[in-house]
């Protein structure tokens, strides 16, 4: 029996490859189908046979929307520094421009989509930790699934070039079926047990803090950000799903992401969001000191309410609001914010916090917007460039791709971009954690320390289990 879907995609399939033989390029095809739901989970537990470095996991805080990418259909990868903004979204265009797509649905999060990120600091000399990530990566899927709103579909992305035939269909179809079965045959796998926790240098690392101080007394640089690393060892492979689960599970208000490349994985749970876009509407975050949860709700909220009264951290979250709203001004008709201060609660942390919300302008792309936001004060410093360029001088941690843009893009230029921090990189047998806080010239060493360690806590309890 053959369904009009298999029809359809078939059909798609010999039309890209005449249009492939024409214009001389690969052209993409792209199906969606609505299916059963499927644990989001469970669907990325499945690949982990064929298609493990090939995955992606994703949810947002609302849990209205998980993405879920298996196989690299294609991929949109450079080291170049100039212009890396501008050249994902141009490879990304030249792609979507000739791809024949069958969608009858209108929500953002399906049909072709790439997701991926940027490194913090393209120039930043690269270490050995990652190697396995160009300072720009995106993949395109092979298969998607989306829960998005409640409804559950299922993306099929194909290349056809022109030396290609119908037999693709055949080929697909089977991978696809492989999968699935997959998916019943999911099991979880046996966990691993943290034998070694290993800060980096942190004598040198508060060395760096203090002399960065001295440096901001004398001006002109305003607050530089500086983040380290904690590495962690393990008896065995570390398994990835076992730590989303634990993330799901623990950090449910965050966005939680997981991105393969080459059987390494990034991994977070990262609070921020660095900015959303749906249709002209576009959404981010000013978020921006911090302080730990209360083990009572008195002292709890004894402690929100000296983040909220804190000079430091007033001015600190203060700087993050002024340079998005700016950002925000110069690509929306209307911007809009709230007058006061909040706080965002997490497990183990809580943020001043401040949304805010603007209608863009015609023309205004969700990556030009990632390019104008990233980094925020929150993960850079002030001024942006002299901030970032210290950072690359004094800083010994290849941040990679912690505290930069991670996220995706649809077809249609809607989707969601985080600052992936409270994140860590899983290499085999062992992971990497991150944390990092803003020093401006009122910090102290010792008490920025401290601020890291409550900001390692999710990863560290996500990949240590019950091991301190």
């Not at 990530?133 to 993306?155: C, E, R």
């Amino acid at each position: 029996m053959v369904t009009k879907q298999e029809t359809e995609l078939k059909e798609g399939i010999l039309e890209a490859i005449d249009r492939a033989k024409a214009l001389s390029k690969p052209v993409l095809v792209s199906e969606v189908q609505q299916i059963n739901h499927i644990d989001p989970l469970t669907f990325f537990t499945a690949g982990v046979e064929g298609f493990f470095g090939e995955r992606f996991f994703w949810k947002d805080p609302s849990e209205e929307t998980f993405i879920i990418g298996m196989g690299i259909c294609n991929q949109i990868q450079s080291d170049q520094a100039a212009g890396r903004f501008f050249h994902v979204e141009n490879e990304w265009k030249r792609l979507i421009k000739d791809a024949i797509i069958f969608n009858r649905f209108n929500l953002n999060g399906i049909g072709p989509l790439m997701f991926g990120g940027f490194s913090f600091d393209p120039l930043k000399e690269k270490t050995k930790l990652w190697s396995k990530y160009s300072d720009s990566l995106f993949h395109i899927p092979t298969f998607m699934y989306s829960v998005i709103q409640g409804k559950a579909f299922l993306t099929t992305n194909i290349i056809c070039t022109q030396h290609d035939d119908h037999t693709l269909v055949e080929i697909i179809n089977k991978e696809k079926n492989a999968l699935f079965s997959s998916i019943i045959d999911a099991k979880k796998q046996d966990g691993h047990q943290l034998v070694k926790e290993i800060e980096i240098n942190p004598a040198e690392w508060k060395e760096t803090v203090s002399s960065v101080v001295k440096e901001l007394k004398q001006g002109p640089l305003e607050k530089v950000v500086l983040a380290r690393e904690t590495r962690l060892i393990y008896d065995k492979q570390v398994e990835v799903e076992n730590v989303l689960e634990l993330l799901l599970k623990q950090q449910q208000d965050s966005f939680i992401f997981a991105f393969e490349s080459n059987g390494d994985c990034f991994i977070g749970a990262s609070p921020e969001r660095l900015v959303k876009k749906t249709g002209n509407n576009l959404f981010t975050t000013c978020l921006a000191g911090s302080i730990a949860r209360g083990k009572t709700k008195d002292e709890d909220q004894m402690l929100g309410e000296e983040l909220l009264n804190d000079p430091k951290n007033l001015i600190e979250h203060q700087y993050v609001v002024q340079m998005i709203k700016e950002a925000m001004e110069e690509v929306c008709e209307e911007v809009s914010l709230p007058k006061e201060t909040n706080l965002l609660k997490m497990r183990d942390i809580q943020h001043l916090y401040t949304p805010v919300a603007g209608v863009a302008k015609e023309d205004t792309s969700l990556l030009l917007l990632v390019d104008r936001l990233h980094p925020t004060p929150a993960l850079g410093g002030l001024p942006k460039q002299e901030a970032v360029e210290k950072i690359r001088e004094v800083e010994e941690l290849d941040r990679g791709f912690y505290g930069a843009p991670l996220g995706w893009v649809d077809y249609q230029d809607n989707g969601e971009f985080a600052v992936s921090i409270r994140s860590g990189l899983i290499q085999k047998d062992e992971a990497s954690i991150f944390a990092g806080c803003g020093v401006v010239k009122d910090s102290n060493a010792d008490s920025e320390y401290i601020e890291t360690k409550i900001k390692f806590r999710p990863m560290l309890t996500a990949l240590g289990g019950n091991n301190k």
